[in-house]
């Protein structure tokens, strides 16, 4: 069983940076970042195996970056999404994900087996 908790979501304007974690216990081959905004599917933006190959969506590519932070005891590892110059479209519920079996990290939902919660980011203009 993998348990997902994200933070650090929050209200910047554009142009501005803001920092998700999400807290992973339990064993997975893949990440990812997926973000959902009022009326949209649920899209993924970012992900990383636990070979570190990582793959960006085109349409953060350049702005966004992941990687993982393992100096929190008790938790296997840290997703962190660094979020650069964020635009007003980058307005959603980010929710970050794992996958069990398969080193293959696809940006579709359907091929994550946990998730977390969500937590909201809003980029006003």
């Known amino acids: 069983q993998v348990q997902l908790q994200e933070s650090g979501g929050g209200s910047v304007q554009a142009g501005g940076s803001l920092r998700l974690s999400c807290i992973v216990t339990?064993?997975?081959?893949?990440m990812g970042w997926f973000r959902q905004s009022p009326g949209k599917e649920r899209e993924g933006i970012a992900t990383r195996n636990t070979a570190g190959v990582m793959d960006y969506a085109d349409s953060v590519k350049g702005r966004f970056t992941v990687s993982i932070d393992r100096s929190i005891p008790a938790t296997n590892n840290t997703l962190i999404l660094q979020m650069d110059n964020l635009k007003p479209e980058d307005t959603a519920m980010y929710y970050c994900?794992?996958?069990?079996?398969?080193?293959?990290?696809?940006?579709?939902?359907?091929?994550?087996?946990?998730w977390g919660q969500g937590t909201q980011v809003t980029v006003s203009s």
């Open positions: 994900a794992a996958r069990q079996g398969y080193a293959y990290c696809p940006f579709l939902t359907s091929a994550y087996d946990f």
């Open positions: 339990g064993g997975y081959y893949c």
